[in-house]
């Protein structure tokens, strides 16, 4: 809690920045890592079909360029790049695992031991400068061979693949990670399949049934490894993952107002089941009236209510809009969670609305829901920066950055939210998940390297590098 009237954070807030393996760590086929679902996305005009599972990534021509299998290549700069974060004054550091780093094909009977020690040394390297590791387990992420072999998600094989995998995690960062993520905005799978969970439809298959049983397999496994954390170390921390951001009704039109509710609830669905432990009743009824007929095992119910987590996290881009009549508004945002463009505010240079007081909305709606520990695990502005003479002024990012604070901060000062922490997204630059693109940047610090794959990699300070080192420093008071 807030510790003096003056304070604009509580002094144990973690403050950070967040990436993950597919969009950085680069490293194709090093040190024994297998082929992932990440390394078949490509860029340019076929990625977003591909992303949500409506073409097949096989036949894909010899000269497709995968931005995963380099990335940033922190694979091979990961000290450089943790120093940044100790200059910034980090006390988080959120980053996921590569799956088939530790398993290659996901069904190995070891562990890729050159695997555990890039990770171990990372984690080492984090926790002797004083920096909470915060580790998702899956994002965006899994071995292929998972995907070929057995449809992804579709098979409950990939249950327990994937808790074997938690498994070999949990035993050797034991004692030393607090905090897990089980996966990565659970709720992108109903917009982005593949990408979210590695399925690839077949023709004539009802997607929404294929979707919703996907869901409950990772509901099912997310709650297992929350069973399994638990009896590894008892002091582990679990959390689901939500891509938040509230629907907002176009009008005061009540059909609008209902539509916004059905809408947030797709979001909500899966929280509600990570954190109640309990299929919502709207959701039975949704399924029941779309012919939805999830397959379960009788313990299924007992796994779910027995393992809930511990708190909850979320990206925060955007707030959205949404109109139950479809000849209303004009739609913006990049299309990966469709929205309405909202009059009343500004957009980013890739159409993403931008609206903090959206986000102490989302942190009251959450925490009004749950009454649970929230962290915000991304959350910043993709923008084109230029380097002019040796620099970037990225003022643009600062002042989407410290307006979003602020609302962090009215929301735990004013509201009486419960907020953990704080990771911007990409604060070291990487490649965009949506556009498979750099030109897309987040970080603190600027990566060398264009669209086309060109550049030395080299890595340089932004502005907003200093001033996030001063928020930090200052605990949030300098905001
Ligand atoms: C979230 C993902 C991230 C990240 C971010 C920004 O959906 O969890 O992986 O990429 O969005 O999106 P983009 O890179 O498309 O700008």
Same mark, same amino acid.
């Given at each position: 809690?807030?510790?003096?009237?003056?304070?604009?954070?509580?002094?144990?807030?973690?403050?950070?920045?967040?990436?993950?393996?597919?969009?950085?760590?680069?490293?194709?086929?090093?040190?024994?890592?297998?082929?992932?679902?990440?390394?078949?996305?490509?860029?340019?005009?076929?990625?977003?079909?591909?992303?949500?599972?409506?073409?097949?990534?096989?036949?894909?021509?010899?000269?497709?360029?995968?931005?995963?299998?380099?990335?940033?290549?922190?694979?091979?700069?990961?000290?450089?790049?943790?120093?940044?974060?100790?200059? $910034?004054?980090?006390?988080?550091?959120?980053?996921?695992?590569?799956?088939?780093?530790?398993?290659?094909?996901?069904?190995?009977?070891?562990?890729?031991?050159?695997?555990?020690?890039?990770?171990?040394?990372?984690?080492? +390297?984090?926790?002797?400068?004083?920096?909470?590791?915060?580790?998702?387990?899956?994002?965006?992420?899994?071995?292929?061979?998972?995907?070929?072999?057995?449809?992804?998600?579709?098979?409950? +094989?990939?249950?327990?693949?994937?808790?074997?995998?938690?498994?070999?995690?949990?035993?050797?960062?034991?004692?030393?990670?607090?905090?897990?993520?089980?996966?990565?905005?659970?709720?992108?799978?109903?917009?982005?399949?593949?990408?979210?969970?590695?399925?690839?439809?077949?023709?004539?298959?009802?997607?929404?049934?294929?979707?919703?049983?996907?869901?409950?397999?990772?509901?099912?496994?997310? %709650?297992?490894?929350?069973?399994?954390?638990?009896? @590894?170390?008892?002091?582990?921390?679990?959390?689901?993952?939500?891509? %938040?951001?509230?629907?907002?009704?176009?009008?005061?039109?009540?059909?609008?107002?209902?539509?916004?509710?059905?809408?947030?609830?797709?979001?909500?669905?899966?929280?509600?089941?990570?954190?109640?432990?309990?299929?919502?009743?709207?959701?039975?009824?949704?399924? +029941?009236?779309?012919?939805?007929?999830?397959? $379960?095992?009788?313990?299924?119910?007992?796994?779910?209510?027995?393992?809930?987590?511990?708190?909850?996290?979320?990206? /925060?881009?955007?707030?959205?809009?949404?109109?139950?009549?479809?000849?209303?508004?004009?739609?913006?945002?990049?299309?990966?969670?469709?929205?309405?463009?909202?009059?009343?505010?500004?957009?980013?240079?890739?159409?993403?609305?931008?609206?903090?007081?959206?986000?102490?909305?989302?942190?009251?709606?959450?925490?009004?829901?749950?009454?649970?520990?929230?962290? @915000?695990?991304?959350?910043?502005?993709?923008?084109?920066?230029?380097?002019?003479?040796?620099?970037?002024?990225?003022?643009?990012?600062?002042?989407?950055?410290? +307006?979003?604070?602020?609302?962090?901060?009215?929301?735990?000062?004013?509201?009486?939210?419960?907020?953990?922490?704080?990771?911007?997204?990409?604060?070291?630059?990487?490649?965009?998940?949506?556009?498979?693109?750099?030109?897309?940047? /987040?970080?603190?610090?600027?990566?060398?390297?264009?669209?086309?794959?060109?550049?030395?990699?080299?890595?340089?300070?932004?502005?907003?590098?200093?001033?996030?080192?001063?928020?930090?420093?200052?605990?949030?008071?300098?905001?």
């Amino acid at each position: 809690m807030v510790n003096s009237i003056e304070q604009k954070f509580p002094k144990d807030f973690l403050w950070g920045g967040a990436t993950a393996a597919n969009q950085y760590e680069g490293g194709f086929g090093q040190g024994g890592k297998g082929k992932a679902l990440v390394d078949v996305i490509p860029s340019g005009n076929k990625r977003r079909d591909v992303m949500r599972g409506m073409f097949d990534y096989k036949e894909l021509n010899e000269e497709s360029i995968y931005p995963a299998r380099e990335a940033v290549d922190f694979y091979n700069h990961w000290e450089e790049d943790i120093d940044y974060m100790i200059e $910034m004054g980090f006390s988080v550091y959120r980053f996921s695992i590569s799956w088939s780093r530790i398993f290659p094909t996901g069904e190995e009977c070891e562990s890729n031991k050159e695997g555990i020690d890039f990770y171990s040394k990372i984690v080492d +390297k984090l926790l002797a400068n004083n920096i909470e590791p915060l580790i998702t387990i899956c994002h965006f992420d899994m071995p292929l061979q998972l995907i070929e072999k057995y449809g992804s998600w579709r098979d409950r +094989k990939v249950i327990d693949a994937y808790l074997k995998y938690c498994k070999v995690l949990f035993e050797t960062f034991k004692g030393k990670v607090k905090y897990w993520i089980t996966f990565n905005e659970i709720n992108m799978l109903l917009h982005m399949p593949f990408m979210g969970a590695g399925i690839l439809f077949e023709d004539g298959e009802d997607k929404e049934q294929v979707k919703y049983q996907v869901a409950h397999h990772e509901l099912i496994a997310s %709650a297992l490894a929350t069973k399994l954390a638990k009896e @590894i170390d008892s002091t582990f921390q679990i959390g689901c993952m939500l891509a %938040a951001g509230q629907f907002y009704p176009y009008s005061c039109d009540p059909k609008d107002v209902f539509d916004a509710l059905e809408k947030n609830r797709e979001t909500f669905f899966f929280s509600d089941v990570q954190v109640r432990g309990h299929y919502p009743e709207y959701a039975k009824q949704k399924m +029941k009236t779309n012919g939805i007929e999830i397959k $379960m095992l009788p313990e299924d119910e007992m796994i779910l209510s027995e393992n809930t987590v511990d708190f909850i996290s979320f990206s /925060y881009y955007a707030s959205r809009l949404t109109s139950s009549d479809p000849s209303k508004g004009e739609s913006t945002g990049g299309n990966v969670i469709p929205t309405l463009r909202n009059p009343h505010l500004e957009i980013s240079d890739w159409g993403w609305q931008i609206d903090p007081l959206g986000l102490r909305l989302t942190l009251n709606v959450l925490f009004e829901r749950y009454e649970k520990p929230l962290f @915000i695990v991304e959350n910043g502005l993709g923008a084109a920066d230029e380097v002019k003479d040796g620099k970037i002024n990225d003022d643009y990012r600062i002042d989407y950055l410290r +307006k979003h604070m602020k609302a962090m901060s009215d929301a735990m000062t004013k509201d009486g939210v419960n907020l953990l922490g704080y990771t911007s997204w990409g604060c070291i630059d990487l490649v965009s998940a949506s556009t498979g693109e750099m030109a897309k940047r /987040y970080g603190f610090v600027y990566v060398d390297k264009d669209n086309e794959g060109n550049g030395t990699l080299k890595r340089l300070r932004k502005k907003s590098f200093y001033w996030y080192k001063e928020v930090i420093g200052t605990n949030g008071n300098s905001l």
